[in-house]
């Protein structure tokens, strides 16, 4: 679980996403259970030109999450020109 959970939020950081805009997205009844996070690094991620519009979180728990030696290093939002 931990590692399909920290894979799927790694390869969602490397994707360039919404590079057209992404609109309506929805987050419902979100569970997140037991997750530990462990001696995960984020290193030179670029976010570029992204949009997120009308975007709703609604009835997220998170329960006996567990983050160990993360480190979040060169991060870049940059806005369109």
């Not at 950081?13 to 984020?42: D, L, V, Y």
């Amino acid at each position: 679980m931990a590692f399909g959970a920290a894979e799927a939020f790694g390869h969602a950081a490397r994707t360039p996403i919404a590079e057209s805009g992404t609109s309506s997205i929805a987050f419902n009844h979100i569970t997140f259970n037991h997750i530990t996070f462990n001696h995960i690094t984020f290193n030179h991620i670029t976010f570029n030109h992204i949009t997120f519009n009308h975007i709703t979180f609604n009835h997220i728990t998170f329960n006996h999450i567990t983050f160990n030696h993360i480190t979040f290093n060169h991060i870049t939002f940059k806005q369109p020109d």
